[in-house]
């Protein structure tokens, strides 16, 4: 598509469903490389999407906010961490917005942990 990230995360979601659609309805053998052709074309766009997310540095900024705060945690022996998208930070051009680390720091999976015991608390009024 390439007119925006929106577009084509939009246009991969809806070509991806259509596609798993057109799977699900295989009956025979040879129909499968046609039917997987949307997939095809979803994963394509979804692709374009994070190139031109990479291309204004906002998914590479939320990495390395990730990957440092992370590394704070492990560090200070913090268990949770609570970060929210504040516009004060993501209004400006150059802004960082949260959105990465909000939602993997707190997550009980994590590609290079073990899965963590979920912590469940609450406050009584």
């Known amino acids: 598509m390439c007119f925006s990230v929106e577009a084509d995360v939009a246009i991969g979601l809806a070509v991806g469903v259509v596609g798993v659609?057109?799977?699900?309805?295989?009956?025979?053998?040879?129909?499968?490389?046609?039917?997987?052709?949307p997939i095809v074309f979803a994963a394509h766009?979804?692709?374009?999407?994070?190139v031109w997310?990479?291309?204004?540095?906002?998914?590479?900024r939320q990495v390395r906010w990730y990957l440092a705060m992370k590394d704070?945690?492990?560090?200070?022996g913090v268990d949770f961490c609570g970060l929210t998208g504040q516009?004060?930070?993501?209004?400006?051009?150059?802004g960082i917005t949260a959105d990465l680390p909000e939602a993997l720091?707190?997550?009980?999976?994590d590609w290079e942990d073990e899965l963590?015991?979920?912590?469940?608390?609450?406050k009584s009024l």
Not at 45 to 50: D, I
Not at 87 to 94: P, R
Not at 116 to 122: E, F, Q, Y
């Open 116 to 122: 963590k015991k979920p912590i469940i608390t609450w």
């Open 105 to 109: 720091l707190n997550d009980i999976a």
């Open 45 to 50: 766009q979804l692709n374009e999407a994070f």
């Open 72 to 76: 704070f945690c492990r560090d200070y």
């Open 21 to 37: 659609d057109a799977l699900r309805h295989v009956t025979r053998p040879q129909q499968w490389p046609l039917a997987a052709l």
């Open 53 to 60: 997310w990479g291309l204004d540095g906002t998914l590479a």
């Open 87 to 94: 516009l004060d930070m993501t209004e400006y051009e150059d």
